[in-house]
Structure formats: structure tokens, C-alpha cells
């Protein structure tokens, strides 16, 4: 076509948008059908109607965005009924069980480094052996309720509980009832609505603290205030000496007000078999050493959590590391900076870092000698049978795969006076008599007295009960579930503010390095694990740890016109330096001092 008569043409080519529909339905503009000449006309029609054109594709495409948006919204609103019969499950599940004619009793647990936990476990266990017609459910005291409305509700339904609760630092509770105890000091104004409840408390706690057992004597006033009965006086356990055996003792003053509740007439007057407890054991899957790899991914993606807490740390680098006393000292305190940028953790001023570190590679080595195993076994803990049925009793979580060194330095408290359980584990499993007998002596209430003076008073490590008695040779299953307790992390208060040094976290610590009432000489594990450490300002390939941030009461007060003493001796300094660096940060604000 010449350019004269195409522009001639297409003034007669205008069409209806309603034939321009129907051309397009029919199939008369197909590409694959047309002509030259015929893709000339079409391309002539859609430039003459080109605003129906617009229309017709802005029409397409906001038709196309309304049914994806409705799909979007049909699929969202199924996920929530995907989600809320577990919940309505979760709900329902204790009052299936009070249906079914037994008297319930529900023990509760605050725990920081599992103690508390173990004890709660530890009387559910033999109450289910005394007491056949009842039923017993230990519960972690934050997964008891989804929300703070749901505590009231719930601890209304409860008729007889037992509240297992630990106290840290400054009178604080643990983490996992941190929300509970908030919730339930908070609302003493409720009045006695707790009258159908009896009720017993065990708590754990250390006399060489101000606050010794805090929580448990708080809980325990509330309780009464709010109508609930006590049946035994607070239990107040003191790990500064023998606490199994505090916790014993309260015991003992449960079991003949249980009797009275739990059993009947016909069956009150009937004497209980003694109960001993089973000896604790994970099942243990070995593995090819050459899996051994693998085990270090599991600190490596510890910063893949949002959130960080002691059972999700977070992987930190050290990054200044210095010496704060002078050669002539006979004394060694480190300053210590992890690096923390880049990874989401937070910290306020006056709060705690927990840090995990591993035992000493001598510590290491010896307790290899003392087990007789090659450090290169492979293995894997599990807490289940190999149908998938739970082994029961209190075992700790299981550790992820890995080597017998890396398990021994990363996992196992070898340095601690053993527990009594820990000696029972150990003579189950002696292949001397002589020394079965000793070990199962100390554990008895008849050793009670040896057992302070030679364990506690003479702060006897794990390891030197075992070079002792040398023919307890635990199977790995029992040495980690039975024996040694499980490596806990080390708390430090920051002696940084985020106001001066918001990507780094400081710690100012003394070396420990002692000799004990035995002779051995005792290097704490965190503190020379620090002194030695090697920072990036003078490696990249600088030492780490995985670490955590732990909220505290001790804060500043919000009046900045409040006069502030402070007094903290050693490294008692080390939260005051963090103050210290917000009123330098604010005074400066102020008077522009650089």
C-alpha cells in the first residue's frame, strides 16, 4: 500500500468497539491465520480504536488482580482453621482426663539450668507408683498458658498443684515462669479465688544470695492470700550445700498429706513398696566417624533464629580481648568484646550475657582416659525407644550428632561435685562390688554427713569420683543422661552500654584458678576459656562463643536528678561501668563534649 491510500482507508476502517469484540471472539484477528494484508488491517484497527484498546486490556487486568486477590483472601483465611484444631486438642485434653474418675494433680516447674525440672519429675514418678488412682502431669509453667487470661482460668480448675521454682540473680524467676510470676505478683487484687486448691511448694535457691528462694516464698504468700491451702511449709532448697537432700526431706513431708487425699479407706492402712528410682539412660546411635563433619553446622547456623535465648544463642566473635591487671600481679581479670553487629541481638544497660564455652582440652582428655573410649566415636542421644515410645522418667534434651570430644567439651559438667543420683548411676554400673557398695553408701541417707565433707566441703570434681572408682564405667547412654549434668552457660554482667557501644558487648571477668580442699588445682571454665581467647584485632581466625542476653532488674533510676551511689568491689564494677557510660553519653548530649 502506498501512504496516500492507506490514510484514505483507514478513515473507512473505524469500527464499533462491539465489532472489534466480536472479531477478536471469532477468531478473524488469529495471527496464525492471517495475511500480510490482513495483519496490515488488523494492525490499522487497533490503531484507530487504540482507546478501546486500553480499556479493554486495563479491564483484563484489573479483572485478573480482583480474582488473585480473592484466592489470595480464600487461601488466608483457611490457614487459621488449619491451625485451631490443635489448639482446641491442647485445651481439651485435661478435661478429658479429669473425666475419667481419678483424682488429678498437676506440678508445675520454673527451671533455669533443669534442676527444678528433674525434681518436679522425680515426684511424679514415685506419686505414680504410690498412688495408682490418680493421675500426674508435670508442666513447664510457660507452656501451661497461652496468654495471661488463660493462667486465671486454667489455675481456677486446679485442685491440687505443686509448684517446683528456681531463683536467680537479683530475686528474679526463671525464664520459662518469668511471664507466670509477672502475671500472678501483679494481681493481688483478686481476692480468694483460689479456695479449691491445695497446693505445695519446692524452692530452689542459693543462701550465698540475697534473695534466697524469692520466687518460691512470693509464690507460696500469694497463694495463701488468694485462698489456695498449703499442705506442706515451703521447701527451700539451697544448692550451696545438698540440695537433693533439701529436697528429700520436703519430700518426705508430702507423702502422708498425698496419702490422705489420694487413697481410700479400704486401701489407706496398705504399705507402699519402697520406690527406687530407675537410673536415667538416653539411646545411643552410632555412627561412621566419617559423619564426625558435620557436627560444627550446628553452631555455625545458630544465628538463623529471630529470637535469642539460652536454648537458641547466638554466634559471636571476640573481638578485643585485653589484660587489665600488669605483669607484677599475681592476679589476672580480662576485658572481653563480642562483636554483635549485624546479628539482631540486643542488650540494655545493667542486663546479663550468658556464654557457652567448652571444658579444657586436659579436662577433656582426662575424662576420655577415664571412660576408656576412642575420641572419634560417633553418636547420637535420643530420648525415644526405637518405635518411637518416649523412654520416660526426667531425661535432659538431647544434643545434636557428634563426636566423644566434642559431646565431653561442649556438654558435660565434668568439674562439679557430683550429684547423689549421679553416684547411684555410677554404682549401678561398678564392676566391684566393694566399691558399688561405697558409692551406693554415700548416696544413702546414712552417708548424708560423708557425703557433705567429701563432695561438697571438699568440692570434689565428677572426675575425681570416677579416678576413685575406677571399675564405674558407664555406658555413654547413662554417663550423659545420669552422670554428668549437662555444661551450663556462664552469666557475666555487661559492663557496656548500647548507648556508647551498641554492636559490641563487654565483660570484665576474673580469672578463677584455685586449689581445692583436695589438691586439685580448679581453672574455671568460662573465665580461663576467656583469658586465652584470641581476638580479631589480632587473628581472623579469632576465637568465639555462642551467647545470649538475659534481662535484668538492676537498671538506673528513670529520674536522672536521683543522687547514685555505687558500690562494686572487684568486678562488681562491671554493670556500674555500663552506667557510668550512659550518664558520660548523656552528659555530653548536654555540654557537647566530645
Known sequence: ?????????????????????????????????????????????????????????????????????????????????????????????????????????????????????????????????????ATFKVVDLDDYAADDDEYEEMLKKESLAFFFLATYGDGEPTDNAARFYKWFTEGKDRGEWLQNMKYGVFGLGNRQYEHFNKVAKVVDDILTEQGAKCLVPVGLGDDDQCIEDDFTAWRELVWPELDQLLRDEDDATTVSTPYTAAVLEYRIVFYDPA???????????????????????????????????????????????????????????GDHVGVYCENLD?????????????????????????????????????????????????????????????????????????EADRLRHLASPAGKDEYAQRMVASQRSLLEVMAEFPSARPPLGVFFAAVAPRLQPRYYSISSSPRMAPSRIHVTC???????????????????????????????????????????????????????IMIGPGTGLAPFRGFLQVNFVTFSMFHHIE
Open 1 to 133: 500500500m502506498e501512504p496516500s491510500s492507506s490514510s484514505s482507508s483507514s478513515g473507512s476502517m473505524k469500527v464499533s468497539p462491539i465489532d472489534l469484540m466480536s472479531a477478536i471472539i471469532n477468531g478473524r484477528m488469529d495471527p496464525s491465520n492471517a495475511s500480510s494484508d490482513s495483519a496490515a488491517e488488523i494492525a490499522t484497527i487497533l490503531l484507530e480504536n487504540r482507546e478501546f484498546v486500553m480499556i479493554l486490556t486495563t479491564s483484563i487486568a484489573v479483572l485478573i488482580g480482583c480474582v488473585v486477590v480473592l484466592i489470595w483472601r480464600r487461601s488466608g483465611s483457611q490457614k487459621p482453621k488449619q491451625i485451631d484444631p490443635p489448639k482446641t486438642l491442647i485445651v481439651k485434653e485435661p478435661e478429658n482426663e479429669a473425666d475419667d474418675g481419678k483424682k488429678k494433680v498437676t506440678i508445675f516447674f520454673g527451671t533455669q539450668t533443669g534442676t527444678a525440672e528433674g525434681f518436679a519429675k522425680a515426684l511424679a514418678e514415685e506419686a505414680k507408683a504410690r498412688y495408682e488412682k
Open 291 to 349: 559423619d564426625a563433619p558435620l557436627e560444627d553446622k550446628n553452631w555455625i547456623n545458630a544465628n538463623g533464629h529471630t529470637t535469642y535465648d539460652a536454648q537458641h544463642p547466638c554466634r559471636s566473635n571476640v573481638v578485643v580481648r585485653r589484660e587489665l591487671h600488669t605483669p607484677a600481679s599475681d592476679r589476672s581479670c580480662t576485658h572481653l568484646e563480642f562483636d554483635i553487629a549485624g546479628t539482631g541481638l540486643t542488650y540494655e544497660t
Open 510 to 564: 576474673a580469672l578463677v584458678y584455685e586449689k581445692t580442699p583436695t589438691g586439685r588445682i580448679h581453672k574455671g571454665v568460662c573465665s580461663t576459656w576467656m583469658k586465652n581467647s584470641v581476638p580479631l584485632e589480632r587473628s581472623l581466625d579469632c576465637s568465639w562463643a555462642p551467647i545470649f542476653v538475659r534481662q535484668s532488674n538492676f537498671k538506673l533510676p528513670s529520674d536522672t536528678k536521683v543522687p547514685i
Open 362 to 434: 586436659e579436662v577433656v582428655e582426662e575424662a576420655l582416659t577415664l571412660l576408656g573410649l576412642s575420641p572419634d566415636t560417633y553418636f547420637s542421644v535420643h530420648t525415644d525407644k526405637e518405635d518411637g515410645t518416649p523412654l520416660g522418667g526426667s531425661l535432659p534434651p538431647p544434643f545434636p550428632p557428634c563426636t566423644l570430644r566434642t559431646a565431653l567439651a561442649r556438654y558435660a559438667d565434668l568439674l562439679s561435685s557430683p550429684k547423689k543420683a549421679a553416684l547411684l548411676a555410677l554404682a549401678a554400673h561398678a564392676s566391684d562390688p566393694t
